[in-house]
């Protein structure tokens, strides 16, 4: 049975933007088979499930196919299931739809905000 590196696998199935983001998400314990964390070396199977902790999300994914290098958008979405539980989903949704998944405009010209408009900008965020 063939078994690939976690971070390898996160990285070619285009879960993770780069190999470094994958580890790094691996050492900060935000990656785990079934409930415990796993380090970047960690050795996975097909069919095991993997819990990734992703921008506040919390995504499941199950291995139908292990590969090692990566490959395109289409080819990478054959080799797992997204088997997220759908509050999930609908939360993720809800939060890219309502335009929070989207950068922050400012008028142009305006610059980089004062420290006063900062501590603004961060009060009238935590208030929502």
Do not use: H
């Given at each position: 049975m063939q078994k690939v590196r976690i971070d390898k696998w996160l990285w070619s199935v285009r879960l993770f933007k780069s190999r470094?983001?994958?580890?790094?998400?691996?050492?900060a314990g935000r990656v785990r088979i079934g409930e415990e964390p796993v380090k970047p070396s960690s050795?996975?199977?097909?069919?095991?499930?993997?819990?990734?902790k992703k921008?506040?999300?919390?995504?499941?994914?199950?291995?139908?196919?292990l590969i090692e290098k990566r490959v395109g958008a289409p080819i990478?979405?054959?080799c797992y299931e997204d088997i997220t539980p759908?509050?999930?989903?609908?939360?993720?949704?809800?939060?890219f739809l309502n335009g929070t998944g989207t950068a922050e405009i400012?008028?142009?010209?305006?610059?980089r905000p004062t420290k006063k408009e900062r501590r603004e900008i961060d009060s009238f965020k935590e208030e929502e």
């Amino acid at each position: 049975m063939q078994k690939v590196r976690i971070d390898k696998w996160l990285w070619s199935v285009r879960l993770f933007k780069s190999r470094t983001i994958a580890t790094d998400a691996c050492k900060a314990g935000r990656v785990r088979i079934g409930e415990e964390p796993v380090k970047p070396s960690s050795l996975w199977s097909e069919n095991e499930v993997v819990l990734l902790k992703k921008d506040g999300f919390n995504f499941q994914y199950r291995a139908l196919q292990l590969i090692e290098k990566r490959v395109g958008a289409p080819i990478a979405v054959t080799c797992y299931e997204d088997i997220t539980p759908e509050t999930e989903k609908n939360k993720y949704k809800a939060w890219f739809l309502n335009g929070t998944g989207t950068a922050e405009i400012r008028e142009k010209g305006a610059g980089r905000p004062t420290k006063k408009e900062r501590r603004e900008i961060d009060s009238f965020k935590e208030e929502e």
